[in-house]
């Protein structure tokens, strides 16, 4: 092998410690927004190009509410309790699919809503649409005022289909109140 002349070393060096500087990253496939934290069953926090956070609402669906509050984690009420533990297992569901895609998800923006989260169809790198699996496994329920606004609008009518008709998860409860009618009577 023939010596390289101080040039063609120095080049080499600068090469590498630029490529080391950009991050390696950007040499596995790495696209995606980085997932910062999950928020709920249906609602995540990216961190956008600039580094900022971004909140983002799961288009074409409403999971179940968490608690959020002390006074709401040490309720008694069964519409409180019974909500809340269909909420955490669609939040823990979310972040088992998240961690499973790298930490990394893809966005197809939809719309804002008035509390400036994004609206978005969200899937793993492997393409996997994760509105769809929260609805077949019975975590979400279409939500409807919005449907004509969900580019995938027939992939999740059919997804809560199947969970009804196998009444698997929310669908297997008949104390379930869906999340939109818990939010309007019980969060005021």
């Given at each position: 092998?023939?010596?390289?002349?101080k040039?063609?070393?120095?080049?080499?060096?600068?090469?590498?410690i630029?490529?080391?500087?950009m991050?390696?990253?950007?040499?596995?496939?790495?696209s995606?927004?980085p997932?910062?934290?999950?928020?709920?069953g249906?609602t995540?926090?990216?961190?956008?190009?600039?580094g900022?956070n971004v909140?983002?609402?799961?288009?074409?669906?409403?999971?179940p509410?968490?608690?959020?509050?002390?006074?709401?984690k040490?309720?008694?009420?069964?519409?409180?309790?019974?909500q809340f533990t269909?909420?955490?297992k669609?939040q823990?569901r979310?972040q088992?699919?998240?961690q499973?895609?790298?930490?990394?998800?893809?966005?197809?923006?939809?719309?804002?809503?008035?509390?400036?989260r994004?609206?978005?169809e969200?899937?793993?790198?492997?393409g996997t649409?994760v509105q769809?699996v929260?609805?077949?496994?019975?975590?979400?329920?279409?939500?409807r005022?919005?449907?004509?606004?969900?580019?995938?609008?027939d992939?999740v009518?059919?997804?809560?289909?199947?969970?009804?008709?196998?009444?698997?998860g929310?669908?297997s409860?008949?104390?379930?109140?869906?999340?939109?009618?818990?939010r309007?009577?019980?969060?005021?």
């Amino acid at each position: 092998m023939e010596k390289l002349t101080k040039p063609v070393r120095f080049l080499l060096c600068a090469t590498i410690i630029f490529l080391g500087l950009m991050g390696c990253d950007r040499f596995v496939n790495n696209s995606g927004e980085p997932v910062e934290r999950v928020s709920d069953g249906d609602t995540l926090v990216v961190k956008d190009t600039d580094g900022k956070n971004v909140t983002v609402r799961f288009a074409c669906v409403d999971a179940p509410e968490i608690a959020h509050s002390n006074k709401e984690k040490q309720s008694k009420r069964t519409s409180d309790r019974n909500q809340f533990t269909w909420g955490v297992k669609a939040q823990e569901r979310v972040q088992q699919l998240v961690q499973q895609g790298g930490n990394r998800v893809t966005l197809n923006i939809t719309d804002s809503d008035r509390y400036k989260r994004k609206i978005a169809e969200v899937r793993l790198q492997n393409g996997t649409f994760v509105q769809q699996v929260l609805l077949k496994e019975g975590l979400a329920k279409v939500y409807r005022p919005y449907l004509n606004k969900c580019p995938s609008k027939d992939l999740v009518q059919q997804a809560e289909a199947e969970a009804k008709e196998q009444r698997i998860g929310i669908w297997s409860d008949t104390k379930f109140v869906n999340p939109w009618e818990y939010r309007s009577l019980y969060k005021k």
